[in-house]
């Protein structure tokens, strides 16, 4: 959805002139579009791109040094009117000649061969190429007949650094035609796009589905399949693209995965690491490849990935320097021939074998209190990630689900070499922290640690090295956090908890009941953690919005009172009855 414009039949004009306004040393208006702030240069072939509004970076970004002379910039996704084309091709003819180029679209097609043919009656050398490199809307044997999507970039980047290095018109169009023939692109969309005042999307996929091979305004596909992994959807883009491999590549190939407007830079990361990998294995040598927003759609949800096959003329042409508002380009290197030496990982925690049955069960019990967590930490994720989501950033029921994975992950690994209780916890504690990252990563590592440390080597665990150890963890979490009661943290559950404890440890060396006292301290930290519904947050990021989080609980104090019941639970100890309802 569009959310900042003034009237929707204003906003392409409006983004034009503020786009000029942020550049002006590079960028000045002209009747029907923009085109470069000083002009073409005296004696060089004018290269014009253009098409309708929507796009950016395509098509109004692509004005600069090394690309295009002029862009012919219509309304949102609207072809430019045949005077539109007019207008900026004489402003962008510099006496050589103009060379414009365009996605294969009908109202494109019409108004830009329009616009050619009058100019070319008066006087004006004009030379057209259509973009063709959506291998999804015809068969290659009907390859004139596609639609341009972000094959764009490439051909308009070879066009432009052809006329930047003094090509005349024909070697211009020669070279920028050879850039299309050799160029494909697939795209998959997961949402439509919706235009300036409008309420509801141009197009629209059922939830959990992909539309593949849909052109970037949502033209029909080849059909839709449920959303598939990174993974999976690279192995498609991959395939689709590399089906048409010219019988002459050597294998360099210019490559563009390309975000439509709502698939961020790291969700394109994440695809480009498995694409990457998959090029590669399939004979592909990649010369400065691109990722991120070149041709986009407004808002649509989507993705495409561009293979342009170069050659000894083409790749020089790829690799020349270009500098517009929205595309620099020339300063790619491939990786050093020699790398430093890695630096070595932090070394895992010492594994200490476990020599005894009690030793050995210890080290089990610690593997099974982590499984049983594992669970109740999924079961609550959205929970969890609710509470956090009204002063904070939504993450903690995630982040603890990914703590847990890996300390369960983990613990397995060191109780199946034959740890003892300890060294199985602190390996466990390790990856916890590593893997959920944030402070409550930080947190339950330290006490995690900390309550390791109380554990006996090789030895049955006893009441006692409980209550040692869930003391030293409590005093960990408030040394490293600086959280005290009344912050609003899980201090606020833990505190109460050892409180708990500790009285129970001092009535009696053996107390009556153990049970009885696992029992009280769970009490405890759901009362505290119920407790936090009634001030606000004064650590960590919610403590921003502190007055905003009255009347909920904390997720991490609600958190660590659940994985005290349920750690009691998994040696026979029942979860006291209400202590849950917070």
Known sequence: ??????????????????????????LRSVPGGIARAEGTRPGKVAVVVGGGSGHYPAFAGLVGAGVADAAVCGEVFTSPST???LDVCRAADAGAG?????????????????????????????????????????????????????????????????????????EVNRMATRANIRTQSFGVAFGGCTLPGHDHSLFSLEPGEVGWGLGIHGEPGVGEEAVPTAAGLAAELVDRVLAERPADADGRAAVLLNGLGNVKYEELFVLWDRVHDLLEERGVRLVAPLVGEYVTSLDMAGCSLTVSWLDDELEPLWLAPADTPAFQHGGWRPAPAAVPDAVASEPETALVPATTDEGAAAA??????????????????????????????????????????????????????????????????????????????????????????????????????????????????????????????????????????????????????????????????????????????????????????????????????????????EVGIPVPANSTEE
Not at 14 to 20: I, K, N
Not at 405 to 412: H, L, Q, S
Not at 419 to 433: F, T, Y
Request: hydrophobic share 50%.
């Open 1 to 26: 959805m569009t959310y900042v414009y003034n009237r929707p039949e204003d906003f392409a004009a409006e983004a034009l002139r503020g786009l000029v306004k942020a550049h002006p040393g590079r």
């Open 98 to 170: 103009v060379f414009v180029t365009f996605g294969n679209y009908a109202g494109d097609v019409l108004n830009f061969g329009a616009a050619a043919s009058r100019l070319r009656a008066q006087g004006t050398d004009v030379s057209i190429l259509l973009v063709t490199d959506d291998v999804a809307s015809a068969p290659a044997d009907r390859a004139a007949e596609r639609r341009g999507v972000a094959g764009d970039l490439v051909v308009f980047k070879v066009a432009g650094a052809a006329a930047e290095r003094g090509a005349d018109l024909a």
């Open 364 to 569: 089990r019990t610690v593997a099974r209190i982590l499984h049983r967590a594992q669970v109740v930490l999924h079961d609550a994720e959205e929970m969890l990630g609710d509470l956090d989501a009204v002063a904070g950033d939504g993450d903690h029921g995630r982040g603890m689900s990914r703590g847990v994975d890996a300390a369960v992950e983990t613990a397995d690994a060191a109780v199946g070499a034959g740890g003892d209780a300890p060294s199985v916890l602190r390996r466990a504690a390790d990856a916890w922290a590593d893997k959920a990252g944030g402070t409550s990563g930080a947190l339950w590592g330290v006490g995690l640690l900390a309550l390791a440390d109380a554990l006996p080597a090789d030895a049955a665990v006893t009441f006692g090295d409980l209550v040692a150890g869930i003391t030293a963890a409590r005093d960990q979490i408030q040394s490293v956090g600086g959280a005290s009661m009344g912050d609003k943290t899980l201090v606020d559950a833990l505190d109460p908890a050892v409180e708990a404890l500790a009285t129970s440890a001092t009535q009696s060396a053996v107390p009556g009941s153990a049970c009885e006292a696992w029992q009280a301290a769970v009490a405890a930290a759901h009362q505290g953690a119920a407790s936090t519904k009634t001030f606000a947050a004064r650590r960590g990021r919610s403590r921003v919005l502190g007055e905003k989080s009255l009347g909920v609980a904390d997720p991490g104090a609600t958190s660590l009172a659940l994985l005290l019941g349920e750690a009691g639970a």
């Open 83 to 85: 005077r539109q084309v």
